[in-house]
């Protein structure tokens, strides 16, 4: 742990690190101090566990398999892998995690993933063309829509191809900041739909995609913040169905620094069960490693 501190905190170079590595380094940034994190499995637990190495140490993670503020070394295959619970506080089950720190209001940030999203967030992980005869059916909710309503803030890991990025979802499993107003039968702000409930302010705060990273506007439609490396914004364009507000972004996405790759990839992720293959350092950041 000690060669964590060793390791210098300067931006890595093109083609020393690979998208899936930036990505969870994005999906980390995005984890406060203070956040009880409630994770799915995948890119998300090795970003969540990386911000506790980085810039999260006190952030407390929560499984829906019902482990609470474990402190795992290295990533686990799942959310009921038993290597999640290594000195966690409590072991409990769906229930409590469900019921007991989500819908009590303790969660304040949900990272969960998607077939499709819409420009206001929606996610729809159910079906693709009409519910009754759909072109293809997916696993559905699972905890997507619990999570998504109920955390303080949620953010989405997407894979980002034109019939992903859609306009309005064909089923919304995830309301976004807009949804279906059964009273009188129309699209509208989340925000005046729950009014006076306890989820009227939670939703989507951000969007990691293999292309860029998005943010939300004042009226809930989603924008793109900044573009990945040897990524164009017309690519980006070309690969999402609305008109995409660029007028925000901030430029490239911030590349990961060797002290973030090095506690991904030897801390994190050791045994490739995520991260698809090794990346060698360069030469300078290897001298140091091997001492």
């Given at each position: 742990?000690?060669?964590i501190d060793?390791i210098?905190?300067?931006?890595a170079?093109?083609?020393?690190?690979i998208l899936?590595e930036?990505?969870?380094?994005?999906?980390a940034?995005?984890?406060?101090n203070?956040?009880i994190v409630?994770?799915g499995?995948?890119?998300p637990?090795?970003?969540?566990?990386?911000?506790?190495?980085?810039?999260?140490?006190?952030a407390?993670l929560?499984?829906?398999?019902?482990i609470?503020?474990?402190?795992?070394?290295?990533?686990?295959?799942?959310?009921?892998d038993?290597r999640a619970?290594n000195?966690s506080?409590?072991?409990?089950?769906?229930v409590d995690?469900?019921g007991?720190?989500?819908?009590?209001?303790?969660?304040t940030?949900g990272?969960?993933g998607?077939?499709?999203?819409?420009?206001?967030?929606g996610v729809n992980?159910t079906?693709?063309g009409?519910y009754?005869?759909p072109?293809?059916r997916f696993t559905g909710?699972?905890?997507?829509?619990?999570i998504?309503?109920m955390a303080h803030?949620?953010?989405f890991?997407i894979?980002?191809?034109?019939?992903?990025f859609i306009?309005?979802?064909?089923?919304?499993t995830t309301p976004?900041?807009?949804?279906?107003?059964f009273?009188?039968n129309?699209?509208?702000?989340?925000?005046?739909?729950?009014?006076?409930t306890a989820y009227?302010?939670s939703?989507?705060?951000?969007?990691?995609?293999?292309?860029?990273?998005?943010?939300f506007?004042?009226?809930?439609?989603?924008?793109?913040?900044s573009?990945h490396?040897?990524?164009t914004i017309?690519q980006?364009?070309?690969?999402?169905?609305?008109?995409?507000?660029?007028?925000?972004v901030e430029g490239?996405t911030k590349?990961p620094?060797?002290?973030?790759l090095?506690?991904?990839r030897?801390?994190?992720?050791p045994?490739?069960?995520?991260?698809p293959?090794?990346v060698?350092?360069?030469?300078?950041?290897?001298?140091?490693?091997?001492?």
């Amino acid at each position: 742990m000690e060669l964590i501190d060793k390791i210098p905190d300067e931006p890595a170079k093109p083609g020393e690190f690979i998208l899936p590595e930036l990505m969870a380094i994005q999906i980390a940034h995005q984890v406060r101090n203070d956040d009880i994190v409630f994770a799915g499995t995948g890119l998300p637990m090795v970003g969540i566990m990386t911000a506790n190495f980085i810039n999260a140490p006190n952030a407390l993670l929560i499984y829906e398999s019902g482990i609470c503020d474990g402190k795992t070394m290295h990533v686990p295959m799942s959310v009921c892998d038993q290597r999640a619970a290594n000195m966690s506080s409590t072991l409990g089950g769906l229930v409590d995690t469900f019921g007991y720190y989500l819908q009590n209001g303790y969660v304040t940030l949900g990272f969960l993933g998607g077939a499709a999203i819409d420009k206001y967030g929606g996610v729809n992980v159910t079906s693709i063309g009409d519910y009754y005869s759909p072109a293809h059916r997916f696993t559905g909710s699972g905890g997507n829509s619990d999570i998504g309503t109920m955390a303080h803030r949620t953010a989405f890991i997407i894979l980002q191809e034109k019939r992903r990025f859609i306009e309005r979802n064909d089923y919304t499993t995830t309301p976004g900041w807009w949804c279906w107003d059964f009273k009188t039968n129309e699209w509208k702000p989340k925000k005046e739909v729950w009014k006076g409930t306890a989820y009227a302010n939670s939703g989507p705060v951000a969007v990691v995609t293999n292309m860029g990273n998005y943010a939300f506007d004042e009226k809930g439609e989603i924008y793109l913040k900044s573009f990945h490396p040897g990524v164009t914004i017309e690519q980006i364009k070309e690969n999402c169905g609305f008109n995409l507000n660029v007028s925000r972004v901030e430029g490239e996405t911030k590349k990961p620094t060797y002290k973030e790759l090095f506690v991904l990839r030897e801390f994190v992720d050791p045994e490739l069960i995520f991260l698809p293959q090794k990346v060698e350092y360069p030469a300078h950041i290897q001298k140091i490693i091997n001492g």
